[in-house]
């Protein structure tokens, strides 16, 4: 697998990763390994070290007693490391455990991300997770860094996938929406799922809402100025195609879709076109009526044919 130009710019840390692991691995005792062979043997052992060339391995023998014996790599179809003591309790719960829970053992295992089967992906996964939902500052960066590590060396392509889902999450939590987009957009073509790319479109839109009213608040005469009116067009018809794009491309994406004719009716509100507001709430109350949307297009269509008595 190779990563873009953007990942290799954080991949160069990765050394510091294989010689914490390494170190980390030579003072861990680990539990019963096992490689299987292409020939279809499997044998249970203790993996003592291994590189992409050879396997070292000590086997059990009889009455206590062992043997050392050395696997040329093109034999070995796969290896699989025992659990380390307390290990087997994380890895079951990774989804909710703490970036410091997971963090030693991403160090331990990264130097066989690239392995067949090897559980580091999902170790990586799992970290990069975490990290993001525990909301550091530095938490968006150093995900997007293990999310690009694991999309360009992990061994299977579902994992390289979920990292790249990943990098766009991670993306946004930095707000970064451009290079979020091109991920996205890059998550959508291979998968058929525009469900990222809808949510980076959306918090697109919402940049370009909040722009437009902080230009019309420091230029409320914007329709004379020649060079801010075109600025302002740019903005608000870019925020409408946002907002509305999932209702005309991604139909079967309801709530995504609803929240767009929603946002799509505020803006219109703010640009004081209240008919093609009245139109969104419609097509929303119409299309989506399932959706949590729904509510409040039905209470603002009500306000319009009830309006408060001192409404002029």
């Known amino acids: 697998m190779v990563a873009n130009g953007r990942e290799f710019s954080r991949i160069r840390a990765g050394g510091v990763y294989v010689l914490a692991a390494l170190l980390l691995f030579a003072t861990t005792a680990p539990a019963q390994d096992a490689i299987w062979l292409k020939s279809g043997e499997s044998i249970s052992c203790r993996i003592d070290s291994l590189t992409d060339k050879i396997v070292n391995v000590t086997l059990p023998g009889a009455g206590g007693g062992s043997a050392r014996r050395t696997f040329p790599a093109e034999q070995v179809e796969r290896i699989e490391f025992g659990f380390h003591a307390g290990e087997a309790e994380v890895f079951a719960r990774r989804g909710s455990a703490t970036a410091a829970e997971l963090k030693p ?10 392995r067949p089967r090897s559980r580091t992906a999902a170790y990586g996964l799992a970290y990069g997770a975490a990290l993001l939902r525990e909301g550091t500052a530095q938490g968006p960066d150093k995900a997007l860094s293990i999310f690009d590590l694991v999309l360009a060396r992990a061994w299977s392509a579902e994992d390289a996938a979920a ?30 799922d525009a469900t990222l790319l809808v949510e980076v479109g959306h ?12 230009l019309e608040e420091e230029n409320p005469r914007w329709e004379e ?3 801010v009116a075109p600025r302002r067009h740019e903005l608000f018809h870019r925020a409408l195609d946002r907002f509305l794009h999932p209702s005309l491309f991604h139909p079967t994406l309801e709530e995504a ?12 509100l703010f640009a004081g076109e209240s008919a093609e507001a009245k139109a969104r709430w419609e097509d929303l109350a119409k ?17 319009l044919s009830h309006p408060p008595a001192d409404d002029p």
């Open 225 to 227: 100025d020649d060079e």
């Open 203 to 214: 918090r697109l839109a919402l940049a370009d809402f909040a722009a437009l009213r902080v």
């Open 287 to 303: 299309l989506y009526p399932a959706s949590s949307f729904a509510a409040e297009a039905a209470k603002r269509l009500q306000s």
């Open 105 to 114: 053992w991403w160090d331990l295992h990264f130097p066989h991300l690239h």
């Open 163 to 192: 990292a790249r889902r990943g990098s766009v999450h991670a993306l946004m939590a930095k707000g970064d929406l451009e290079n979020a987009a091109l991920e996205a957009k890059a998550v959508a073509d291979q998968s058929g």
């Open 257 to 268: 879709a609803a929240r767009g004719l929603l946002s799509a009716a505020e803006l219109y």
